[in-house]
């Protein structure tokens, strides 16, 4: 099954809700299909997409099992939704996903906040897709 036909559109309620929500609540399927434990993050929304970045870089937990899983759970902004773990857009993007971060988080501190932009951000980048 290709990942296009697994995922649908975000609603502009669950944009909404889930882009203002101070933290989401992210967790991969195993194998097995039971989610892991579910790990929390920032969470901010660009344009119409939703996106997370590993902190930690790319050897982060979550990280790597959210990319081999491919799919999982969200929770955000009192919403519960399976989801898609997919690549961002392209290099476009990660401007406005920065100028995003900078807007909700800044008030963290630049060491915090510096830590899911710019450059080494880039390839840590995962953007969120509603599943059906």
Known sequence: M???ST????TGEELAAIG???ELEL?????????????TMWVVRAGDELYVRSARGPANGWYVRALRSGVGRIRAGGLERDVVFAE???PGVHAGIDAAYHAKYDR?????VGSVVGEQAVAVTVRLLPRN
């Open 2 to 4: 290709t990942q296009e």
């Open 7 to 10: 995922t649908t559109s975000w």
């Open 88 to 90: 961002p857009a392209g």
């Open 20 to 22: 203002r929500a101070e």
């Open 27 to 39: 967790s991969s399927l195993r194998e097995d299909g039971t989610l892991r434990p579910y790990v």
């Open 108 to 112: 963290y501190g630049p060491a915090i």
